[in-house]
């Protein structure tokens, strides 16, 4: 056996090589085309098919190609056939890309507008490096680093990347400011500017708090008990928490707040995936709001950790949930970082609420019917009538307390809300397309300054503007703006626009604590929302 054994390990190798010498003499005996020469190339004993070709192109391709640029090109064709929330990001985006969810970014912390080809400061950021240097609002940025950024076309996110930087580096800029002969030039050492993820936390009644949740960063879940302590302290007895508009974030952002409002030992979500065990997701029992009575609103732009939030508190029965149907993303995403500083989010897993529910829509269609769902259910008359949307009895799930819940594209609201229209006339749509109602707040304001800088809360705002004909200055201010006066329609929208202009103008004095309880007038969904608790 052993001699066999030594007789095959000659043979074999021998019969190899023969046959490949007679392949290849085949091969050229049946070959066609013209200027088309086949090779024998040895695949490498490691790495995949894509590095094998990769190889071959550059060390044989007719001209010199850029291997790292058909990297770039190929991962996005790879991931294109997956689910629509698994994405690449070229490390040139990746900053970008993480600045929401970090809860801050290196920059010089001013709040701009783009007015008549300006740069127009409309707040400095307390604290930030501009605050510091003396900068204030109504300053005009016109250099930024010897380079003129004023009177000439460019985008806000253009002149983001110029002012933003990492944190202790300097930029040198220069400021126009009325009154002064010369350029004041500065220059300034970036500094961390924080990105708020709770817009405001205040008081609607003597009893009702209300929270305005943009995303779930890094800092959320403290921006948020911050929020709570607040209102505790200002009498609240119950709360309304408005996750309009989130798109999501940080899973563990959600969980934590949902913490609060839960008992021990409830089901907050639980996710799982073909590499990822089941893992759940359980309040503590620490939270300080247990028993504070809750209100949910979501719309169809609500996403991702916001329907975890939804879900959690409608499953558990916690609360009501009010607005329109949620967005429908129930997928899972890690970060994983690539050797180039590029990074992959990649779906790991499928969450699911309470009662088991998974409320990712199907993206079975492609990307693009799945990025147009929103406007199709605006077509269907989703937005208007809850009579719309239909789910299968399959997607019908039920809380401990008997409610009725539906799994798959989305958290349906236990009260709906249809979107309001009521005083959208053509001159408003007008006024609204070409920005003129912003604008003219800042106008506004900026005519205004020396008398509403010195005012602190919006009811001041409100009482001062009541002092001026701000529709009267609109109109004049509009029609300079090509949007010619229609005074029926004027007339159709009036409340609409002059709330609008009254909001923009705190806005733009005290931030979103003069925005939000001025809009709230306009809100049907906030307005209706307050009645659960009757």
């Known amino acids: 056996m052993a001699y066999n054994n030594s007789r095959n390990t000659i043979i074999f190798p021998i019969l190899l090589a023969l046959a490949i010498v007679l392949g290849m003499f085949l091969n050229s005996l049946f070959q066609k085309g013209e200027g088309v020469q086949q090779g024998i190339f040895q695949m490498p004993s490691s790495g995949s098919k894509l590095d094998f070709v990769l190889d071959m192109i550059e060390e044989d391709y007719v001209d010199t190609v850029s291997s790292a640029e058909l990297i770039e090109s190929a991962i996005p064709l790879i991931l294109k056939d997956l689910d629509p929330h698994t994405v690449y990001i070229p490390a040139k985006d990746l900053q970008r890309v993480n600045e929401d969810l970090k809860g801050n970014f290196g920059g010089i912390g001013v709040q701009f507008i783009r007015y008549q080809d300006t740069v127009a400061i409309v707040r400095v950021i307390p604290g930030g490096p501009s605050e510091l240097a003396g900068i204030l609002a109504g300053d005009r940025i016109v250099e930024v680093d010897d380079s003129l950024v004023a009177g000439i076309k460019m985008t806000d996110a253009e002149i983001m990347d110029r002012l933003k930087g990492p944190k202790g580096t300097p930029v040198k800029i ?106 759940d997701y359980v309040s503590t029992g620490r939270g300080d709001c247990q028993d504070l009575p809750i209100t949910i609103l979501i719309d169809e732009l609500s996403a991702s950790a916001s329907e975890i939030f939804a879900g959690a508190i409608q499953d558990n029965d916690r609360g009501k949930v009010v607005g329109r149907r949620s967005f429908g993303k129930g997928l899972v995403q890690e970060q994983r970082m690539l050797p180039d500083g590029s990074a992959m989010r990649l779906t790991v897993a499928r969450y699911y609420t309470p009662t088991g529910r998974c409320i990712q829509k199907s993206y079975s269609n492609g990307k693009e019917a799945y990025n147009n769902d929103i406007n199709m259910r605006y077509v269907h008359g989703e937005f208007e009538k809850r009579d719309s949307i239909h789910f299968a009895d399959s997607l019908k799930f039920k809380t401990a307390g008997g409610n009725i819940v539906y799994g798959g594209g989305g958290i349906m609201p236990d009260v709906f809300i249809p979107v309001d229209t009521t005083g959208y006339s053509n001159y408003f749509r007008d006024l609204r397309t070409k920005g003129v109602i912003y604008q003219y707040a800042f106008f506004f304001v900026d005519n205004h300054r020396k008398d509403l800088v010195e005012l602190k809360d919006y009811q001041s705002i409100l009482k001062y503007i009541k002092t001026k004909d701000v529709i009267k200055g609109l109109v004049a201010y509009a029609k300079e703006k090509g949007v010619k006066p229609d005074y029926k329609g004027l007339a159709e929208s009036r409340n609409v626009i002059e709330t609008q202009v009254k909001a923009y103008i705190a806005r733009d004095v005290i931030d979103d604590d003069g925005f939000y309880p001025i809009i709230q007038d306009l809100d049907k969904t906030l307005l209706e929302s307050q009645k659960q608790f009757q």
């Open 174 to 279: 220069g400021i126009y400011r009325r009154g002064e002969k010369d350029l004041i030039d500065m220059e300034l050492l970036r500094g961390s500017i924080p990105v708020a993820s709770v817009d405001v936390a205040y008081m609607l009644s003597d009893t009702t708090g209300y929270i305005k949740v943009n995303r779930f960063a890094a800092t959320t879940y403290f921006e948020f008990s911050e929020g709570l302590q607040k209102l505790t302290g200002l009498g609240m007895k119950q709360v309304i928490v408005d996750l309009r508009g989130n798109t999501g974030g940080y899973m563990s952002a959600a969980t934590n707040m949902i913490n609060e409002f839960l008992p021990e030992g409830k089901m907050i979500v639980y996710t799982e995936g073909k590499s990822q065990a089941k893992t």
